[in-house]
């Protein structure tokens, strides 16, 4: 069964960091590709940061371009979201999701097209 397991979150004031990570059972991740997905209060879900299931390939969105780094333990079967430099409008429940490509080289910030989903845990950016 698949199952993935987010931590990290909490209250931290601007420009300050946190790393979340998201713990995934029940499949190995270097076949998997995984997504980081946020959701602020009265706004839709939008992609943050995605890996590929090679690792090879990383995006991210253009709100969070040079201040967050996506990375992972293939060991550890985790994926991390390393967030520096954070504002208040980052505040929001943070979720990571996976999908099977057969291709290695894909991810995805479209989070309609992930196939499963965390609990999500909640950011809150203030001072």
């Known amino acids: 069964q698949v199952q993935l397991v987010e931590s990290g979150g909490g209250l931290v004031q601007p420009g300050g960091s946190l790393r979340l990570s998201c713990a995934a059972s029940?499949?190995?991740?270097?076949?998997?590709?995984i997504g980081w997905f946020r959701q602020a209060p009265g706004k839709e879900r939008e992609g943050v940061s995605c890996?590929?299931?090679?690792?090879?390939?990383?995006y991210y969105a253009d709100s969070v371009k040079r201040r967050f780094t996506i990375s992972r333990d293939t060991a550890k079967n985790t994926v991390y979201l390393q967030m520096n430099s954070l504002k208040p409008e980052d505040t929001a429940v943070y979720y990571c999701?996976?999908?099977?490509?057969?291709?290695?080289?894909?991810?995805?910030?479209?989070?309609?097209?992930?196939?499963?989903w965390g609990q999500g845990t909640l950011v809150t950016v203030s001072s």
């Open positions: 999701a996976t999908r099977y490509y057969t291709e290695s080289l894909i991810c995805d910030l479209d989070s309609d097209a992930m196939e499963s």
């Open positions: 029940g499949f190995a991740l270097r076949f998997y590709a």
């Open positions: 890996i590929s299931s090679s690792g090879d390939t990383l």
